[in-house]
């Protein structure tokens, strides 16, 4: 099986990616302190892997946003 290297997605699509990540990430770090208070080192570790993936993912959806500023003049204005 092959993936396709573009897709289609709107912002709205990437909102709810994001949303939906943000809410496996808060999961996945209280599994990590729930599995730290019962000393479980290998449910930390599981935790901590995905927390780790999550957060990568997440960098790379905020790294490939064009983000605007606001200009009195212009209504958006690309930044940096």
């Avoid at 897709?7 to 709810?16: A, G, K």
Wanted: hydrophobic content about 35%.
């Amino acid at each position: 099986m092959r993936y396709k290297r573009r897709f289609r997605l709107n912002p709205s699509d990437i909102d709810v990616i994001e949303s939906c990540l943000s809410k496996e990430l808060a999961n996945r770090s209280q599994a990590f302190l729930d599995s730290a208070k019962q000393e479980d080192p290998q449910a930390m570790n599981e935790a901590s892997s995905g927390i780790a993936e999550i957060t990568e993912l997440l960098g790379k959806i905020h790294n490939q946003k064009n983000w605007f500023g606001r200009d009195p003049k212009n209504r958006a204005v690309p930044m940096g």
